[in-house]
């Protein structure tokens, strides 16, 4: 199996940045695309930004020239820089990767998310 862990979550003010990090672990044996969800209050979740093995990266329009993803596959770490927060951007943030593990087929793994908070 694959665990995802993200870490770097919090409170902060409009117009602030955050980074999010998210790392994988366990028996991996590839590591395709990993990405990160939200799920703010009373919504469904979202799709914010992925990253292929090779780093071609794809974004929501709602985050476009604000966020950006990148990846360290020797660490299978993905991360998610924020920049410019906005309210909206309340949620709660999921990895997703979409990975392998030794002895088992291809697979989605999730985090367990991460609480961003933008407020005043």
């Known amino acids: 199996q694959v665990q995802l862990v993200e870490s770097g979550g919090g409170l902060v003010q409009p117009g602030g940045s955050l980074r999010l990090s998210c790392a994988a672990s366990g028996r991996i044996f590839s590591m395709y695309a990993m990405g990160w969800y939200r799920q703010g209050p009373g919504k469904e979740r979202e799709l914010v930004a992925t990253?292929?093995?090779?780093?071609?990266?794809t974004y929501a329009d709602s985050v476009k020239g604000r966020f950006t993803i990148s990846r360290d596959n020797a660490k299978n770490t993905v991360y998610l820089q924020m920049n410019s927060l906005k309210p909206e951007d309340t949620a709660v943030y999921y990895c997703n990767a979409d990975a392998r593990a030794l002895l088992t087929r291809r697979s989605d793994y999730w985090g367990q998310g991460t609480q961003v908070t933008v407020s005043s």
């Open positions: 990253i292929t093995s090779d780093g071609s990266t």
